[in-house]
């Protein structure tokens, strides 16, 4: 056999032989298992209304499937069940909202493998209230001193009934003003206004007493703040008749009043942006804050009085027999007047009193001068002697604080007013403290015997610092009123808030504090 024939026996026998030893490590060496891992996350605490994204992550040998299908599923007792199939995408990822009306724990699953569990609370959304009453509380109860007059009580034995230990006195009458801020600072942020009037005619003079400027009921002034003090521009019919440079206070005066022409045509000013009309009085502007501030100076036991709107004018009414308790809250408001007064301006409004709730409702001639407008100004007269007025007086002859509201509520067996320790944390008064007023619920038209309202989870977070499962008045005050209020957590810890009466109606948004009770709402 030559060496070329023999060749290829030898190449035939070495392939065999490379055959035999790969079969050999074939057989010694297994392929290894692929390894797959499903990581699962999103859980967590959340509204049903809200839910929540669950994320998973599908790895082979610590790489991204993509394209596979991966099995959302929910346990229903002791079951598994699939929600919905996700396809994973490049990075092996997939996700989908969820929105579990109670608590619930998810999972996800492929043919190979399972994630552990995602739990996923679930908290109300919104907690309903409900309630009654209107106020702080407070004093007298302006609907049940309505149904105390109806009763044939006198406006005496109305105002001994809810400041009990004060007595009803007189004091002189020296025909003081009052000045009450009726557009500015903080509650107003405008830079100028507009100041007319519906007929007769104004001036306007500087802080000194020089007139700057005057017209009739076709002009108008728009001052402005500006560095220094305040301008004014008078117009007529969109045209420019006169300006005033800048001056520390511009003082308005019109026809009918104390101030100019008394015996001539009753002009009534407006002030664009206030929500009341003055027949009385003037209007002073000035600078504060970079703001234009306006004030009305009233004389209190007349004009002042004659604008307060805090009790319906129509409940003095023959047919009403209310009249008494016009009468005394005349009394009531006086008296906070003349502790006002006597406190001084306050410097952030150059003002003794603001025309809103932060002190009295003031709204001028649309209080005097609207439907009943006679009523009520007859109720404030009858407090006026000659040179003397009406007056509520302490126990050491001082002038009583008499804050007043409108309804009192019920809870729970107790109805009634409230110590102003209570419901304010001040230094508690002998005659601003818990009275029984079944009278606010039986005075005809009261519209707050019952109200609800509601509060949102995130505000209910903000009250007690974590999501919150159910919430509970857990302590009252003398009067009925929410005193401590407790929470439970989604974690199921117990969270108590303790705070003052008035502080709870303030947090909580509500009429009154008189809370009965609160009940969760998924949506």
């Known amino acids: 056999m030559t060496l070329a024939t023999a060749r290829g026996p030898l190449r035939v026998l070495a392939a065999v032989v490379s055959l035999a030893l790969a079969l050999a490590v074939l057989v010694a060496t297994p392929a290894e298992a692929a390894t797959w891992s499903l990581r699962g996350s999103g859980g967590g605490t959340t509204t049903a209304l809200v839910g929540r994204t669950l ?7 610590g790489r991204p499937a993509a394209g596979a299908p991966v099995m959302l599923q929910r346990k229903d007792g002791t079951t598994w069940v699939t929600e919905r199939t996700l396809t994973t995408g490049s990075a092996g990822t997939a996700s989908m909202r969820v929105r579990p009306t109670s608590d619930r724990t998810y999972r996800f699953r492929t043919a190979s493998t399972t994630s552990t569990g995602i739990v996923v609370r679930v908290v109300p959304a919104r907690f309903e209230m ?12 302006q609907w049940g001193a309505y149904q105390l007059a109806r009763e044939g009580r006198t406006a005496a034995q109305i105002l001994g009934y809810y400041y009990p230990g004060t007595r009803v006195s007189t004091a002189n009458d020296p025909r003081t003003t009052l000045d009450v801020q009726v557009l500015g600072p903080p509650a107003d942020s405008g830079t100028n206004t507009v100041l007319s009037l519906g007929s007769g005619a104004w001036r306007l003079k ?25 301008t004014a521009t008078v117009t007529e019919n969109g045209t420019t008749r006169a300006t005033v440079s800048v001056r520390p206070t511009l ?8 101030y100019y022409d008394p015996t001539g045509t009753k002009a009534v000013a407006t002030v664009t942006g206030a929500h009341g009309t003055y027949r009385n009085g003037r209007l002073v502007v000035t600078n504060v804050s970079s703001r234009v501030n306006v004030v009305n100076e009233v004389v209190i036991n007349t004009e002042y009085l004659y604008g307060i709107d805090e009790m319906p004018s129509g409940w003095g009414a023959a047919t009403n027999r209310g009249a008494a308790a016009l009468q005394a809250q005349a009394v009531a408001a006086r008296n906070y007047a003349i502790v006002e007064k006597v406190k001084g301006r306050k410097p952030e409004c150059g003002c003794h009193v603001y025309d809103d709730t932060r002190s009295q409702h003031y709204v001028g001639w649309k209080k005097e001068g609207g439907s009943y407008g006679a009523t009520w100004k007859a109720a404030v007269d009858a407090t006026l002697q000659d040179g003397t007025v009406t007056v509520l007086r302490d126990a050491g002859g001082g002038f009583a604080e008499t804050p007043y509201f409108a309804s009192s509520g019920a809870v729970g067996g107790r109805q009634g007013t409230a110590s102003n320790a209570e419901v304010f944390g001040t230094t508690a008064l002998p005659y601003l403290k818990h009275v029984s007023d079944p009278w606010s619920a039986s005075a005809p038209g009261n519209p707050y015997l019952r109200w609800s309202d509601s509060i949102s989870q995130q505000q209910a977070r903000a009250i007690f610092g974590a ?8 302590a009252r005050w003398s009067s009925g009123q929410v005193r401590t209020v407790t929470a439970t957590t989604a974690s199921g810890t117990k969270v108590s808030r303790t705070r003052t009466a ?9 009429a009154g504090s008189w809370v009965v009770g609160f009940s969760g709402r998924v949506r």
Do not use: I
């Not at 994320?55 to 040998?61: A, P, R, S, T």
């Open 206 to 230: 500087d802080g000194a007493g020089t007139v700057v400027a005057s017209g009739g009921a076709t002009r108008r002034v728009t001052v402005h703040a500006a560095t220094g003090g305040v």
């Open 130 to 141: 409900s309630g009654s009453g209107f106020g702080h509380g407070v004093g007298m109860a």
């Open 502 to 510: 008035d502080g709870w109606r303030t947090t909580l948004g509500v």
């Open 55 to 61: 994320f998973v992550q599908y790895l082979k040998d």
């Open 467 to 474: 999501d919150v499962r159910s919430v509970a008045v857990t």
């Open 251 to 258: 003082v308005l005066e019109w026809t009918g009043t104390r």
